[in-house]
Each structure stands twice: as C-alpha cells, then as structure tokens.
C-alpha cells in the first residue's frame, strides 16, 4: 500500500520556524520526485518546494526562495521541508505528493496538481500567526 505520510505542522509565531516530513512506503523512493504543495487564491493547488534523485534535482517557488529548504533521507525514505521566517501568508494546509520520474520539472505548472502527481498525503496544517 501506497502511503505519504506528513507531519510537523503547527502554529507558529511570524518569524519562526516550522519542519514538514513526509514518510513515504510503498514504492521505490529514488524513483520519485516528492515534494509539497498548498493551496494558491483562485487556483489549484500550487508547488512549493520538490526534491529528486537525492538532490540532483530542487524546486523552489518565487514565494519561498531563501526561506524554505527541502532535503532528503533515502534511508528513512523521508522528505523534510525546513521552513524558516515564516509569513502568515505561509499559512496553509501543506500536501506532500510524489511524481514519478527524475526530475521536479512538474512542479512550476499550474495544472501539476490536478493532472501530475501519483501519490497525495492527507495534508499538514502550518498557521502562521502575526
């Protein structure tokens, strides 16, 4: 059985600093590229942040360069998304979802989360008070 397992969310203070993980099971992890998305104003949910083959291959969206930062441990086949000086504008439910493939090319489409990912986790809630 599939499962994409997130945790770490809460509410934090602007300015602080929270941690996602998404456990995954289930399938061949190195073949993946996982990461996070949340819900964008008027559209579908939007990428913000993917990590694949180890590494080899990041993406960031504009909103969270320089703030957030994604990394990987194959041995747990778990994803972590640290997020650093927070915004309440951060404030969403965060969805870990993996694609199968090498690379996180999908993640800046907009139509990525309806038509591009295989596996979805329930979501993590991260509230961002100001």
């Not at 073949?31 to 993406?59: H, L, M, N, Q």
């Not at 957030?68 to 404030?91: C, G, H, W």
Request: with cysteine.
């Amino acid at each position: 059985e599939v499962q994409l397992v997130e945790s770490g969310g809460g509410l934090v203070q602007a300015g602080g600093s929270l941690r996602l993980s998404c456990a995954a099971s289930g399938f061949t992890f190195d073949d993946y590229a996982i990461g996070w998305f949340r819900p964008a104003p008027g559209k579908e949910r939007e990428g913000v942040s993917c990590i694949a083959r180890s590494g080899s291959d990041t993406y960031y969206a504009d909103s969270v360069k320089g703030r957030f930062a994604i990394s990987s441990d194959n041995a747990k086949n778990t994803v972590y998304l640290q997020m650093n000086r927070l915004k309440p504008e951060d404030t969403a439910v965060y969805y870990c979802a993996a694609e199968q493939g090498p690379t996180c090319g999908s993640y800046n489409i907009p139509s990525a989360a309806k038509y591009g990912m295989d596996y979805w986790g329930e979501g993590s809630l991260v509230t961002v008070s100001s």
